[in-house]
């Protein structure tokens, strides 16, 4: 049956009807529910009451600095706070905790704990009866089941704290459980850390014995290759033969310095006495005793020619002998200056004997170090070791006499400590006699109530048939007696329509029933249809028109008046085929239609408007929307459907965001024509509406380039929108050939209705 068949028929739930059934039950309902809190009271005010009692205990490294190390660092916390809370959650529930606590108080000699007080068990009589009594269980195993019954270990919200909840009917007892098992968990970690500490000095102490056997035996090996190699070491921990290569090379460093001196100061006298020039000035020259006393009687003779020449001729025997003694002399200081350069000359060439005497010692040398620059290597791979094991020695002393002084049970913090003890309690925690009560009364009453509310349900007495929509299509329509505005004679369709629907023969069947006139006397189907039609056209315009005289009349008249204008609205009977933009919106937000096709009737492109009307009601109600254009033919520069149809985009290509990213749309895309032999574009439109609540396609004009017949199997809602200034007649014309092309069910809509509303 098609969602649009007349036939179909609603039914609402009659609230009134429910109350007044759950009125009339009413004093039952309290009665029950009185009974029912009364047998609960009775029954808790029986009950044992438990008294609960919490003790916290802090999770977090603990370190002091007097009592650390010296060489230890403060523990930091660590990120994975609930998994350490976890674990000490797990430790303070563990039997060795448990059993702990059950010694220190005595809960075996406890009848709340030893089962003693158990009393009568319905159930244990029934197994003794049946032939299967309860195993025999120790009196550890009864105190341990109770203690792990009453006792609740949490984690405080967001925390590192722990909460030991002990519930138990004597409220000291419950508190002192709850201490019991603080101290106890404190006392096993402080344990567990002395335990840590005896093992860690027990086996430092069994490396250190051995360690030491290891070092003394590496240094005997060091020293042993040392007198095997001749690798002695002097002073600055430097082998012999290294200080004595550094001494040769810094003695032949030496004697170059001083035979390189000796030539260069030998060249510079000889270069001077070759030249002619006096060599007093030299250092050497100076420094000779011969030259002095020479240089001196020159100074003597050079004083007395020049007295005598100032008083005699160049030419007197006196002065020329004066001349003769002064070159004599400078003839001797020159030999002189000879025999000083042959000393040097003779200096140096002692200093580069001397030099290559130490070049043949430092040759020598070098070859007897290299011999002992390989043994070096395997006596520093030897040192090495002894060190490294001398090193690990030392620390491993160092750590044993520290953790020798921590096996004490004082020496050591736990990482767990008790924040609150518990106190005793005085208000009992079980039962919660008005809670229990409250919702013992509320569930009673609620279960009743929703009995009372499923039988009228069930019985049909609290449903009320709703008529749809087109119910007024159903009955008789009458004859229009009043006249007609002439209207222009039905213009033919432009093209044929195409269409790939499956004609369904009910549904037509339907439509044209649901148009039949109920009086005796014949009626022409196609005249009334085409009249009611125009009459709701005709409506419309006059609706509008009589909206703006009322609200002119406002303006310039009374209230009565007013009223008076508005009561001369003709009624109208509505018709099949035709249907109101109100319901049409309706039915989209209800969910009623959820694929909804526009077919043009006219080239005003009524559709589109009629689609944003559409668009905005479903956004308003909060609806998912996509409107797909398939019949505009706008090339745009974004790609759309024509090109899906052609393959040159992909379908996450084509589907877009509105201008306003409020809802998704889908363009005509840069082809000029959709192609109808692929079947992408039927494909997207069913994808779509699986992701969205209302899916708007819009077909273009009626006629040959219409892509009404790509969707028409979709089992789409199919409507004919329409403008005012149009031929009604032949819009109805239209809506028949489609419906005797195959389409099952083709309405008609005015775009203005929807401007209206």
Known sequence: MSEYAPTMRDARIDVAAVFSAVGRRLPRIIIITLLVLAAAFLVLM????????????????????????????????????????SSQIELIKSRDTLLGVIDKLD?????????????????????????????????????????????TVIQERDSRIISILVRSTDPQLAADIANAVAAAHVARRAQLSLADTAEASEWLNQEIDRLRIAVRDAESKVAQYRVDNDLFVGTNNTTLLD?????????????????????????????????????????DARNSTVIQQLSQEKARLQGQLAQLSATLLSNHPTVRALNAQIAELDTRINQEGYRVAAALEAEAQVEADLEASMQSDLARFKQTASTATQDTVALDSLQREAKAQRDLLESYLLRYNEASSRVDSNSTLPDVRVVTEAVPSVIPAFP?????????GIVTFSVQFGAVVFGELMSGRALRPIEPYY??????????????????????????????VAYDEAAAENDHEAASVAEPEPVDQTAVASANARNLL????????????????????????AAEVATMRPKTQQVTGIVRYSDLAADLV???????????????????????????????????????????????????LSDLSLNRAGFGDVVQKS???????????????????????????????????????????????????????????????????????????????????????????????????
């Not at 005797?740 to 509303?757: F, H, K, Q, W, Y």
């Open 471 to 500: 119910a007024a299509a159903q009955q008789p329509v009458p004859v229009v007696t009043q006249p007609i505005r002439a209207a222009a004679p039905p213009e033919p369709v432009e093209e044929p329509v195409q269409t790939g």
């Open 46 to 85: 029986m009950m044992p009451r438990l008294y609960e009692s919490s003790a916290s205990i802090l999770v977090e490294p603990r370190s002091n600095v007097y009592a650390r190390a010296a060489n230890e660092q403060a523990p930091s916390s660590t990120a994975g706070d609930a998994s350490v809370v």
């Open 107 to 151: 809960l075996r000699s406890k009848p709340e704990f030893n089962g003693s007080q158990s009393g009568f068990s319905p159930l244990g009589v029934i197994m003794q009866l049946i032939g299967r009594s309860s195993t025999p269980v120790s009196v550890d195993e009864r105190v341990m089941t109770t203690l792990y019954d009453r006792m």
């Open 590 to 640: 209800l969910g009623k239609t959820h694929l909804l096709l526009l077919a043009d009737h006219g080239s005003a492109e009524p559709g589109r408007r009629m689609a944003d009307a559409l668009v905005a009601d479903a956004l308003g109600k909060g609806l998912s929307v996509v409107l797909i254009d398939a019949g505009s033919g706008y090339v745009g520069e974004n790609p759309g």
């Open 243 to 283: 200080q004595q290569l550094s001494t040769l090379t810094t003695q032949i460093t030496s004697a170059q310095e001083r035979k390189n001196t000796a030539q260069s100061r030998a060249a510079v006298i000889r270069g001077l006495l070759e030249r002619g020039q006096p060599i007093e000035s030299i250092a």
């Open 659 to 757: 201008t306003d990213q409020s809802y998704a749309e889908v363009a005509w895309g840069q082809g000029e024509t959709i192609e109808r032999s692929s079947t992408k574009p039927s494909t997207l439109v069913e994808a779509l509406g699986d992701i969205y609540e209302v899916v708007l396609v819009l077909t273009g004009k009626v006629g040959g380039r219409s892509t009404l017949p790509i969707f028409a199997d979709l089992g789409g809602r199919v409507v004919l929108v329409t403008a005012e200034d149009e031929d009604i007649d032949s819009a109805d014309s239209v809506r028949r050939q489609l419906i005797d092309a195959g389409l099952p069910r083709v309405e008609i809509s005015a775009v203005d209705d929807a401007v209206a509303a």
């Open 538 to 561: 005709r409506d419309l315009a006059e609706r509008r028109a009589e909206r703006e005289a009322a609200r002119a009349a406002v303006a310039t008249s009374s209230e009565e008046e």
């Open 432 to 440: 919660k006699t008005a809670l229990i009560l409250a919702g013992i």
